[in-house]
């Protein structure tokens, strides 16, 4: 009787920094014709319901073109993250929230498909906020805070994360939405020193 095969997930939010349980092995692995976005409101882990945070969500290119016809990075449709092989006993616990998709890593220079499986979220969920400019969104990461912590510490590690996954991966959007988020922890300092 053959074995079952491995399952196999891709994570490319906080499960980067935080992976799954029963996870038997993980790579790097990278997702073509989406992009990552904080575009999910998060109301029970990054913020409140009366000041929701933001989490990434994957949203496919073409559907984020309708969003967001002022992206700062229209031409990007590749999403970096960690691809990890559950253990099959634990398949059904996480197969009933996941997406059929392509996710690719690189052996031996040769792009693979590794897995088909990846959460994502619609822009039909009524947690999707679509797109927001990106001076909005970082004061609304800067000033939120829930029950998992401080948003911009979210946003901190998930950049760090990418930034450590492989040395093609990237994500303009996140580092450059990292960059604002900083600029307001340093004129915050300035402003708390000054007083």
Known sequence: M?????????????????????????????LKGYVRRFSQKSHDHRGTPENPGRVVTLIHKED???FSGSDAFPDEDVV?????????????????????????TI????????TRNCYVGRPDNPSFVGSEPLGDLADRIWGSVGPS??????????????????PASFDSHLFALEDRVRELDDKNSDETQAQ
């Open 2 to 30: 053959p074995s079952k095969a491995p399952y196999v997930v891709f994570g490319y939010g906080s499960l980067i920094f935080k992976p799954p349980p029963h996870v038997i092995s993980q790579a790097p692995g990278f």
């Open 64 to 66: 984020w073109d309708h």
């Open 80 to 104: 970096w993250g960690i691809v990890y092989t559950i253990n099959p006993l634990y398949e059904s616990e996480v197969h009933d929230y996941l997406e059929t998709l392509d996710v690719y």
């Open 107 to 114: 052996e031996d220079g040769i792009e693979t498909v590794v």
């Open 149 to 166: 912590g401080r948003n911009k510490d979210y946003l901190y590690q998930l950049a760090e994360a990418v930034r450590k996954l492989a």
